[in-house]
C-alpha cells in the first residue's frame, strides 16, 4: 500500500517514538507547518529522511536522500513574531521512499510504502527476551558510562519488544549510519542484536578515552534548523 507525505529531509535519522524538535524558518517549511496546524496535511504528519549527500537548508541542495524515513507527527507549534516556528514531534511510522515530487507543492511530496517489521519465526520470539535483557544491559553499562548523573530512566518493563531498540537508543549519542541501521532493520531480534552491539562499542570508547559527551538532553532540545 502506497501513500503519500509532505517530506522534510534532515540531516538526522529519527527513530518511531523519539522526539524531534525543529526550528523552521525557510519558507516552505513555514508553509508545511500552516498546513499541518490548519489540517491541510492530514494527521499533523509529515515524513523525515536523512540527507545522504547535500545540505538540508533549500530542497534544490538535497542531491541522495536515504531509502527508509520516519513519519513525524506535530505535537506543538509555537510561531515566533518573525514568522518562523519551533515544532515539537514525535516519530511515528516507518516508510520506504518510492518517488519525490518538487513541483506539486511548495515542499516536496513524497511517494511511500509503509514499512511493517517482518513477522519471526516461533524460535526467534522465544529467545526476544534473553535478547532484550542482554540489550538492557548494554544499555545501562552506556548509560554508566556516558553519563555523570544518571537521571534518566530506562525505558518500562512493559516497552513492547518491537519499540525496545528504538527506546534503548533514544537516550544515546549514536551515528547517522547506526541510527539508520536500526531504522531499517525489520527483525525486532535483529535490531535488538544491533542495538546491544553498538552500544557495547560505544560505552568502550567512552571508557578507553574517559570521555564523556555533552548530555543528549542538551542537545535534543535546541531546536534543529531546516
Known amino acids: 500500500m502506497t501513500t503519500t507525505l509532505p517530506l522534510f529531509p534532515l540531516g538526522t535519522v529519527l527513530l518511531p517514538g523519539a522526539s524531534l524538535p525543529l526550528h523552521v524558518f525557510e519558507p516552505r517549511y513555514r508553509q508545511l507547518t500552516v498546513d499541518l496546524v490548519t489540517g491541510a496535511v492530514p494527521e499533523r504528519t509529515f515524513g523525515v529522511v536523512s540527507i545522504k549527500q547535500g545540505w538540508e537548508v533549500g530542497a534544490e541542495n538535497v542531491e541522495a536522500l536515504c531509502d527508509v524515513g520516519c513519519t513525524a507527527v506535530l ?4 510561531r515566533l513574531p518573525d514568522g518562523r516556528y519551533d515544532l515539537t514531534t514525535v516519530g511515528g511510522r516507518r516508510f520506504r521512499l518510492l518517488d519525490v515530487d518538487g513541483d506539486s507543492a511548495p515542499y516536496l511530496i513524497a511517494s ?3 514499512l511493517p517489521d517482518t513477522e519471526a519465526p516461533p524460535e526467534v520470539e522465544a529467545v526476544l527476551p534473553l535478547l532484550a535483557e542482554s540489550a538492557r544491559a548494554a544499555h545501562g553499562r552506556y548509560r554508566d558510562v556516558a553519563y555523570e548523573s544518571v537521571t534518566r530512566r530506562p525505558p518500562a518493563a512493559d516497552t ?9 537508543a533514544g537516550d544515546c549519542l549514536l551515528t547517522l549510519e547506526d541510527r539508520q541501521r536500526l531504522l531499517e532493520e525489520t527483525s525486532p531480534a535483529r535490531r535488538l542484536r544491533l542495538v546491544r552491539k553498538v552500544l557495547h562499542r560505544e560505552a568502550g570508547i567512552l571508557d578507553a578515552l574517559s570521555a564523556v559527551p555533552a548530555p543528549l538532553s542538551e542537545l535534543g532540545h535546541l531546536p534543529h534548523r531546516n
Open 112 to 114: 511511500v510504502r509503509w
Open 75 to 78: 505535537q506543538e507549534a509555537r
Open 160 to 168: 513492547a519488544m518491537a519499540d525496545l531498540a528504538y527506546a534503548l
